[in-house]
């Protein structure tokens, strides 16, 4: 059984995850195109705060082929509702200009140096998704289709979440067996949906947890992948789902290894890149992690969970050298509980 199985069960590490599949089985004879079949599944999954996982972003078996293109994008800019608009219309003209004056960037890109190399124009073309105004204050990158390698990101995204190999780097609160299977499930959602005709809403609560050099503090970041800029190309013939197979598709929807077997991966190809918008957490992340410390006895009798409280205050008030501790009042007594600096007697 897959990691998400279909009928409920207890996500890795605590969490909880339900799926809720409500499917409309009216059909078109007219082909998958018109069909329309609509399965929604809702994750969820409670955040465990002290458990964070290292984010080896070069390991994992993707084993769909894909491609870096900027095709997607430019076909934004030329949408319908933009070229009538009196003032948009004329950006958009001017960019799609430019651009041919580049045709590189119109194929398959193999290396991302041709990004800095036409930086000026690629800023301009990626306005639609990294807009001027918070520029200096998302964290937003874009990233190779389905990894988890960025070519473009804001100031911000880079000095906190992405490594000089242009690699996220970081925790998150999966281990990397999740990360990958999840991974799957989010492109066997956008074949469904742009070849088959059938729409799953699929979401998996990941948090990207970083130090922050300035100050040692930990961040925390809930990630949000958008995919608009994404497209499915078959490779060849699109393999034919028959009724029987869509059943068993929509019975299995958590079990990678049937979507495979149904779909195989050689038969599509992945072209042109996924945004990763990223909001901070840490407040949220820090509190909810505190509550539970404050139930359990052994945050106050251990050492070593008083400690971890501590650097959860510090991280909460961005305080890097506060100090935590807990005292009891009896009357005119005070009893120093435990504390997390020393005191010394003179």
Known sequence: MGLFPYNGGTAP??????????LDSSSNESGFAVEEQVVNISQQCLSTFDKRFPLNSKTGVFPFAYELSL?????????????????????????????????????????????ATHRELVDVLMAPAFPRAFWDQNYTAALLPFQLQS?????????????????????????????????????????????????????YPFVLTTTDSDNGLERHFRMNFDGRFMRVKPVGDVPVLTEAMRQQLLAHLADPQVLMDLLPPKCFVFQGFGVLNTVDVTDQEVLS?????????????SNA?????QQKLRTLFARPALHFGLAAVQAEQVF???????????
Request: charged residues 20%; proline residues 4%.
């Open 13 to 22: 590490h605590g969490g909880c995850i339900r799926n809720n599949f409500l």
């Open 71 to 115: 095709a997607p994008l430019l076909d934004f800019w030329q949408q319908e509702g933009w070229l009538d608009h009196p003032i948009q219309g004329i950006v958009a003209t001017k960019v799609q200009s430019a651009v041919q004056q580049v045709p590189a960037l119109l194929e398959p890109i193999e290396d991302v140096a041709l990004i």
């Open 151 to 203: 070519f473009y990101a804001t100031p911000a995204f880079e000095r906190l979440l992405m490594g000089e190999d242009g690699y996220l780097r970081g925790r998150v609160n999966v281990d990397a067996q999740t990360v990958d299977h999840v991974r799957l499930l989010h492109a066997y959602v956008f074949i469904l949906s742009q070849i088959y005709g059938i729409n799953i809403d699929f979401e």
């Open 289 to 301: 992690s505190l509550k539970r410390d404050l139930i359990e006895k052994e945050s106050i009798i």
């Open 305 to 309: 969970r008083f400690h971890s409280m």
């Open 336 to 346: 120093m509980l435990t504390s997390g600096t020393n005191i010394e007697y003179g």
